[in-house]
């Protein structure tokens, strides 16, 4: 659709005077305007101007610039709506009616997990290590108190945190839900990390026990990218043996460094976006 355009008549502001008889009413002139159709609002501010004074100008220009800083400020605060949730004893706001307790030490032989009770209505449902919100949703690493041993000394309590993360939901009849994760190559030495919508872990696959690299859409449910970098020997039952994915700024990229199981860095991208490490070894899909 094409512009209107033409001449408009503007009468000048007149400026009232009261040391002098008021001044006879000057001629009109007139000025060319150009308007876009979709621009009601601008068409209105535009009309306004005067051919003495621009302070309508420069509202028009104050307000179009606060609507745009409010528009990337709600933007940016949409995309970083994904975080590590801090725990601390108090309510629970992801689920009604819930709070943690105090945080214990859970020990075994191999590690330790600080755990928080998850009380619901005066009663422990389960205890929780990690958490992690995404777009109104919220992950959770459990813990499992020892059956075999109650409290050790110090307060610190027999136990172990899970292998897996899972969905911490609400069902209709208000029941708590916990729907672990069922993605693909998982191992217990996956030492995950999230950014966004996505979590970047390191997994296990096939009989050879080939080592990989992936990453997972927590949104949508679905693995978005995955390389193989090839068969390990891990002797070890040390979680945090390789280390955590590194993200990039933009949530585009996970950096995997290999170099413990004398694997190369392996820099790993959404599909489109980042960059891919030149070393590309061998992409079968993972499942």
Request: hydrophobic share 40%; with cysteine.
């Amino acid at each position: 659709m094409l512009p209107r355009y033409g001449w408009q008549a503007v009468r000048p502001r007149r400026t009232r005077h009261f040391s002098s008889p008021p001044r006879p009413r000057s001629k009109a002139k007139f000025r060319w305007f150009l308007v876009w159709p979709r621009e009601a609002e601008a068409q209105a501010r535009w009309t306004q101007l005067r051919v003495n004074g621009n302070e309508p100008m420069k509202n028009y220009v104050t307000s179009s610039l606060l609507l745009t800083i409010f528009a990337v400020a709600t933007s940016a605060a949409a995309q970083t709506h994904s975080h590590e949730v801090a725990l601390a004893p108090g309510n629970f706001s992801f689920i009604d009616r819930s709070r943690l307790g105090t945080p214990v030490i859970f020990v075994n032989e191999i590690d330790v997990h600080s755990c928080l009770p998850l009380i619901v209505d005066s009663k422990t449902i389960t205890w929780i290590t990690r958490a992690y919100e995404v777009k109104n949703r919220v992950f959770v690493r459990r813990c499992e108190p020892s059956t075999s041993a109650e409290l050790l000394a110090a307060g610190n309590r027999a136990g172990e945190a899970n292998d897996t993360w899972e969905r911490a939901s609400v069902d209709a009849r208000r029941h708590i839900r916990f729907s672990k994760l069922r993605l693909p190559g998982w191992s217990f030495m996956s030492n995950p990390t999230f950014c966004d919508s996505y979590i970047a872990y390191w997994g296990l696959h096939g009989a050879a026990n080939d080592l990989t690299v992936s990453i997972y859409n927590l949104v949508t449910d679905t693995p978005v990218a995955s390389r193989v970098v090839g068969p390990v020997s891990l002797e070890t039952d040390n979680e945090a043996y390789l280390p955590e994915p590194i993200w990039d700024g933009n949530c585009s990229t996970a950096a995997f460094d290999g170099r413990p199981v004398n694997k190369d860095k392996i820099d790993l991208a959404l599909p489109g976006l980042g960059r891919q490490s030149s070393k590309t070894g061998r992409s079968p899909r993972i499942k």
